[in-house]
């Protein structure tokens, strides 16, 4: 059951003293005249007396109307609703009837007036629109919660569209490092090529069914990327990673989101004896990821698209609401990823 729905019910007996009393308010103004028309003490107890049991007669009513309508009728239409509480209202009224009838040798007999009838038309009404709203609210939440899903299933798909570029990109270029080192016939390097591959493609098949990773798990991966691009490029490619460890399981970043940028550096600059790469990776001040390298631009630009940058720039967009900063420079390209 909603939270709201829970709420008015748990004070439900307040709300119907509440309405008790407004329900019988006329007869409370009427209190006075009708005292001073008593003759003796007694038919004035009586008549207290009385109005006691009418207020708690109508109080009982509006707790087991307000009960009925919040439970069992919840998802009843409001044309039907009503009817139900006219045909409680109905039976409620005949059983006051006999029980206000006790006080007929006193003199008292409003209980057949108009008066009367309209209290029980408030009373179903009333219930009627608690009811009502209560199940309005209910249908609201039900609707906000569907669209809440959908959104939620659409961004999931969106962000698995764009990992699932990733991978293409990076298994051709893990094949090429294996041809390498079959070729040099160096089966230690390639065994543990190997295994490191096969971490790294685990955790690229992985990554279709998260959203948000640990820092930490990034990191790992990016430790094991670290053996196979030093392998492929020699001593000309090195990382310095520089991240608190206590900072590694607390902060979140969208999966993979190291990928794109590791093989951009490797995609744009020339990498060689005489233009040594070295990537940096640390937190500063504000939490933010930095990835930093050198630029040593290649002779003969490369041909792409841009979609590695674009597909993290869109991921963040997507699984955090916030923006990517890149800040190039004639030596250093920097990019800061904000991190959760």
């Avoid at 399981?249 to 969208?254: E, F, I, K, Q, S």
């Avoid at 597909?311 to 900063?325: A, D, H, M, P, S």
């Amino acid at each position: 059951m909603d939270s709201f729905v829970t709420n008015i019910t748990r004070k439900r007996f307040l709300i119907s003293f509440i309405s008790a009393i407004f329900i019988i308010y006329p007869n409370i103004i009427y209190l006075p005249w009708e005292l001073a028309r008593q003759a003796d003490l007694l038919h004035k107890l009586s008549y207290g007396g009385f109005l006691t049991t009418k207020f708690l007669f109508f109080w009982v009513v509006l707790i087991l109307l307000t009960h009925y309508n919040l439970n069992k009728a919840l998802t009843f239409p409001l044309k039907k609703r009503f009817l139900h509480n006219a045909l409680i209202s109905i039976g409620a009224y005949v059983v006051s009837l006999a029980l206000f009838r006790l006080f007929k040798h006193y003199g008292i007999c409003d209980f057949f007036g108009s008066i009367v009838v309209f209290q029980f038309l408030v009373i179903c009404s009333l219930c009627s629109l608690i009811g009502h709203i209560a199940m309005m609210y209910l249908k609201q939440q039900e609707k906000e919660a569907e669209i809440q899903q959908l959104k939620m299933e659409n961004l999931q798909s969106r962000c698995d569209a764009l990992t699932n570029q990733i991978n293409p990109h990076f298994f051709f270029n893990s094949l090429s490092g294996i041809t390498s080192l079959i070729r040099k016939k160096d089966d230690s390097k390639t065994l543990q090529y190997v295994e490191e591959l096969s971490d790294i493609f685990r955790y690229i098949l992985q990554s279709e069914h998260k959203g948000m990773v640990t820092l930490q798990e990034e990191l790992n991966f990016i430790e094991a990327f670290r053996y196979v691009m030093e392998v492929r490029f020699a001593n000309k490619l090195s990382f310095s990673i520089q991240v608190d460890e206590s900072k590694q399981n607390t902060l979140t970043l969208p999966v993979l989101s190291l990928l794109p940028l590791v093989e951009n550096v490797v995609i744009h600059n020339r990498i060689d004896i005489d233009h040594k790469m070295e990537i940096a990776i640390y937190l500063n001040s504000q939490d933010e990821l930095v990835i930093s390298n050198p630029i040593f631009p290649k002779s003969t630009p490369p041909r792409t698209n841009g979609t590695g940058l674009k597909n993290v720039e869109n991921r963040f967009q997507l699984l955090t609401n916030r923006k990517i900063r890149i800040e190039p420079t004639d030596k250093t390209f920097r990019v800061y990823l904000p991190l959760k």
